[in-house]
């Protein structure tokens, strides 16, 4: 299946994070969502082959790497208050119909 | 821009009882696919059914049915025989004909407690 690490993570405004994820063996795209307390996820961009291959409404500092061993980070820096939320991950195949999800990493900013 | 509207925010049901979940859309896209996740405290998103604009059938997966109203742009989740397992959010989302599931947009979820 598909892993986050860390599970939670407590920063400060200003630091930067690094999330991590491992996806499901043999799929090739990884996305990458937020998800506010009370609210849907919202997507912040996907990667295929290691390329950004589409994002969401978010800025710059909000970036990912995908590397070929299955792996993929998603980097932001200068955090602000706004930006305490569960982030997901999903693997799918491109073109699938299915995404499979991670159990997420709650990132709390102060 | 595409949408997804869940005008429930909270739903209450009976054990063994069925319950039906709203999703309003909208889309100017012909193609496109629909579909429903639960979320549990945990958090994990867990995928539970999918429709797509054309086909002809409403998609069934167990106990999850989905009632595909396109005309009236709706997709609705019904849950039969509830369980106090399915306790949960429950997330309507859509992808459009050119992007994959991993670009969906999602609504803002409904909550659904069983009681028993």
């Known amino acids: 299946g598909v892993t986050q690490s860390p599970t939670h993570l407590i920063k400060t405004r200003g630091q930067q994070v690094t999330l991590r994820c491992s996806s499901q063996?043999?799929?090739?795209?990884v996305s990458w969502y937020q998800q506010a307390l009370g609210q849907g996820p919202q997507f912040i961009f996907q990667y295929y082959r290691e390329e950004e291959n589409g994002r969401g409404n978010f800025p710059p500092r909000f970036s990912g790497l995908q590397f070929p061993n299955d792996s993929s980070e998603l980097n932001v820096n200068a955090l602000e208050l706004d930006d305490s939320a569960l982030y997901l991950c999903?693997?799918?195949?491109?073109?699938?119909?299915?995404?499979?999800f991670g159990p997420g990493t709650r990132l709390t900013v102060l | 821009a595409q949408k997804i509207t869940q005008t429930q925010p909270g739903m209450f049901v009976q054990e063994k009882e069925a319950v039906t979940l709203d999703c309003t859309y909208d889309?100017?896209?012909?193609?496109?696919?629909l579909f429903w996740y639960k979320q549990p405290s945990s958090g994990e998103m867990i995928f539970l059914i999918y429709q797509g604009s054309y086909d002809q059938q409403n998609a069934t997966e167990g106990r999850y049915s989905l009632n595909f109203q396109k005309a009236r742009k709706s997709a609705n989740l019904v849950i039969s025989a509830s369980q106090l397992g399915d306790s949960a959010m429950y997330f309507c989302?859509?992808?459009?004909?050119?992007?994959?599931?991993?670009?969906?947009?999602f609504g803002d979820g409904t909550t659904l407690t069983v009681k028993p």
């Open positions: 889309t100017s896209d012909p193609s496109y696919g």
């Open positions: 989302a859509m992808r459009e004909s050119n992007t994959n599931a991993g670009k969906s947009t």
């Open positions: 063996s043999g799929h090739n795209t």
């Open positions: 999903a693997s799918s195949l491109q073109y699938s119909g299915e995404q499979f």
